[in-house]
């Protein structure tokens, strides 16, 4: 069946980076693109960014560009997502989701089971 | 940016009864490009609808959505004790760019 599974739960210091991947199966890794979302404890969702897995473009939120940065491996059919300058406020769960098309925009079909990262000192 | 306001915050009512959450955008949604995600604790959200009124594989029928340009609406025909949850609207439009709203939370009257 269509699945993303992603890597486990982080504890990092502020001012460090962390890397979530996000392993797909099931269906064509390059026909769909990856979005990862965010959720601080206890509050809403938070888009953070797109990948294709087709060509590598990206498009990230305004609020996060220049600190994250989003890749994939085809070889393996895998995304990630780095997020450097780590600070309190980006302790979350992180989300990789797929697209449910093959062109943008749209909705988000499937969903990791969400990476726990914590920023702590 | 486009910003989504869900109301209300929070609605309370019991199995059986229907459910109207409300989603309204800052600015128009282009071609309907509108989703709704139900989400419980613990868990990773689940699709509901896209294109404001397309059910997603596996959605039952009482989950329906309506609406166009800036008020979108999702409507739970009649409440089984599994749907009390978050609800979550999301806009997606070009370049891509999307953004969700706040949420809605259903609990138990």
């Known amino acids: 069946q269509v699945q993303l599974v992603q890597s486990g739960a982080e504890v990092k210091k502020p001012g460090a980076s962390v890397k979530v991947s996000c392993k797909a199966s099931?269906?064509?890794?390059?026909?769909?693109?990856i979005s990862w979302v965010r959720q601080a404890p206890g509050q809403g969702l938070e888009w953070m960014g797109w990948?294709?897995?087709?060509?590598?473009?990206?498009n990230y939120a305004q609020k996060l560009q220049g600190r994250v940065t989003m890749t994939t491996d085809t070889s393996t059919s895998t995304a990630y997502m780095e997020l450097r300058s780590l600070r309190s406020d980006d302790t979350a769960v992180y989300y990789c989701?797929?697209?449910?098309?093959?062109?943008?925009?749209?909705?988000?079909?499937?969903w990791g089971q969400g990476t726990m990262v914590t920023v702590s000192s | 940016e486009i910003v989504l306001t869900q109301s209300p915050g929070t609605l309370s009512l019991s199995p059986g009864e229907r459910a109207t959450l409300s989603c309204r955008a800052s600015?128009?949604?282009?071609?309907?490009?509108l989703a709704w995600y139900q989400q419980k604790p613990g868990q990773a959200p689940r699709l509901l609808i896209y294109?404001?009124?397309s059910r997603a594989t596996g959605i039952p029928d009482r989950f329906s959505g309506s609406g166009s340009g800036t008020d979108f609406t999702l409507t739970i025909s009649r409440l089984e004790p599994e749907d009390f949850a978050v609800y979550y609207c999301?806009?997606?439009?070009?370049?891509?760019?999307?953004?969700f709203g706040q949420g809605t939370k259903l609990e138990i009257k």
């Open positions: 989701a797929k697209l449910m098309t093959t062109v943008t925009p749209g909705a988000f079909d499937i």
């Open positions: 099931g269906y064509t890794f390059t026909s769909y693109g």
């Open positions: 990948i294709s897995a087709y060509n590598g473009n990206t």
């Open positions: 600015q128009s949604v282009s071609s309907s490009y």
């Open positions: 294109g404001a009124s």
């Open positions: 999301q806009q997606y439009g070009s370049s891509p760019q999307y953004t």
